[in-house]
């Protein structure tokens, strides 16, 4: 079987078939990556990953992350477990662009899906170069020069994320860990040379050189236009489906809409380049 891609956006998003994931050869790796370049999310279905599978298949693609809050596969802790018997599901209801609050942000994540509700618990992704070009000249020039602050706090609040005693001692750890960075606002895709915005209400708290007034109103204006629909797709997903997203260019938003149903999904985490501006 060809692999076969089919864009389900005109911004962003591909349903790729004819490819079982545990059997890549290294021409199709090299056509994954490829599409992965062109389509920035990459939907399969019908895969069927164990949690080693899941992390061989990542590496392939470069080292992997180990997340210091999320709860891990045991025997396999490059894989990262969201599990809302475990996790709050509000906890990736707000867009954002994983792990960016480390000096090298992953290139990408692949998020597996376990267990799913009937309805609901659909994922959005947004193109971040896409939103990048729909900006008018003038406001490109002023963000291709600045630069952000990213911290790991924002998206792991004390009231969420420290409410044991054992919860507490483990986030203030990642804190202390993880300072604030700085990355651009704009970033050029290693790869691909195109811009893309790369600032997430998730992670970014300030625009470095601006009054907090200027940086609020700038960041609030980049967070509403770059979720804008028209530069994203959603999912719905089914139990096996697997996604592939290049988190150096989109960021993503987990519904938050289907409480009391159980959703299982596994994600394993690419670790990226430093992120270099225009
Ligand atoms: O649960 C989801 O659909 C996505 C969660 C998320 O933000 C992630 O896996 O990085
Ligand atoms: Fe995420």
């Given at each position: 079987m060809t692999i076969n891609a089919t864009p389900l956006t005109p911004a962003l998003g591909a349903r790729i078939d004819g490819i079982d994931l545990t059997q890549m050869t290294a021409d199709d790796q090299r056509t994954v990556y490829k599409l992965l370049l062109k389509y920035q999310v990459l939907f399969f279905r019908g895969q069927h990953l164990s949690p080693a599978d899941q992390a061989s298949l990542a590496e392939r693609f470069g080292r992997l992350h180990i997340h210091p809050i999320y709860p891990k596969v045991e025997q396999q802790p490059e894989i990262l477990i969201l599990d809302t018997a475990l996790n709050d599901l509000r906890d990736?209801?707000?867009?954002?662009?994983?792990?960016?609050?480390?000096?090298?942000?992953?290139?990408?994540?692949?998020?597996?899906?376990?267990?799913?509700?009937?309805?609901?618990?659909?994922?959005?992704?947004?193109?971040?170069?896409?939103?990048?070009?729909?900006?008018s000249p003038p406001i490109q020039q002023l963000i291709d020069g600045l630069d952000a602050e990213h911290d790991i706090q924002l998206s792991f609040p004390d009231e969420r994320f420290s409410t044991t005693a054992e919860a507490q001692q483990q986030v203030a750890k990642a804190r202390q860990d993880h300072p604030p960075v700085i990355h651009p606002v704009v970033r050029?895709?290693?790869?691909?040379?195109?811009?893309?915005?790369?600032?997430?209400?998730?992670?970014?708290?300030?625009?470095?050189?601006?009054?907090?007034?200027?940086?609020?109103?700038?960041?609030?204006?980049?967070?509403?236009?770059?979720?804008?629909?028209?530069?994203?797709?959603?999912?719905?997903?089914?139990?096996?489906?697997?996604?592939?997203?290049?988190?150096?260019?989109?960021?993503?938003?987990?519904?938050?809409?289907?409480?009391?149903?159980?959703?299982?999904?596994?994600?394993?985490?690419?670790?990226?380049?430093?992120?270099?501006?225009?």
């Amino acid at each position: 079987m060809t692999i076969n891609a089919t864009p389900l956006t005109p911004a962003l998003g591909a349903r790729i078939d004819g490819i079982d994931l545990t059997q890549m050869t290294a021409d199709d790796q090299r056509t994954v990556y490829k599409l992965l370049l062109k389509y920035q999310v990459l939907f399969f279905r019908g895969q069927h990953l164990s949690p080693a599978d899941q992390a061989s298949l990542a590496e392939r693609f470069g080292r992997l992350h180990i997340h210091p809050i999320y709860p891990k596969v045991e025997q396999q802790p490059e894989i990262l477990i969201l599990d809302t018997a475990l996790n709050d599901l509000r906890d990736n209801a707000l867009w954002h662009t994983d792990v960016t609050f480390i000096e090298t942000p992953p290139l990408g994540s692949i998020l597996n899906a376990i267990q799913v509700p009937e309805y609901g618990g659909d994922t959005l992704w947004a193109s971040s170069s896409a939103a990048y070009d729909a900006l008018s000249p003038p406001i490109q020039q002023l963000i291709d020069g600045l630069d952000a602050e990213h911290d790991i706090q924002l998206s792991f609040p004390d009231e969420r994320f420290s409410t044991t005693a054992e919860a507490q001692q483990q986030v203030a750890k990642a804190r202390q860990d993880h300072p604030p960075v700085i990355h651009p606002v704009v970033r050029v895709h290693p790869d691909t040379s195109k811009k893309g915005l790369f600032v997430t209400p998730g992670f970014t708290r300030r625009i470095i050189g601006l009054s907090a007034l200027e940086s609020r109103a700038l960041l609030e204006l980049l967070f509403a236009h770059s979720t804008r629909p028209e530069f994203s797709v959603r999912w719905h997903w089914q139990a096996n489906d697997v996604v592939f997203w290049d988190n150096r260019i989109t960021q993503h938003y987990a519904c938050n809409d289907y409480h009391l149903q159980r959703r299982v999904m596994h994600r394993a985490t690419i670790l990226g380049d430093k992120p270099k501006g225009p």
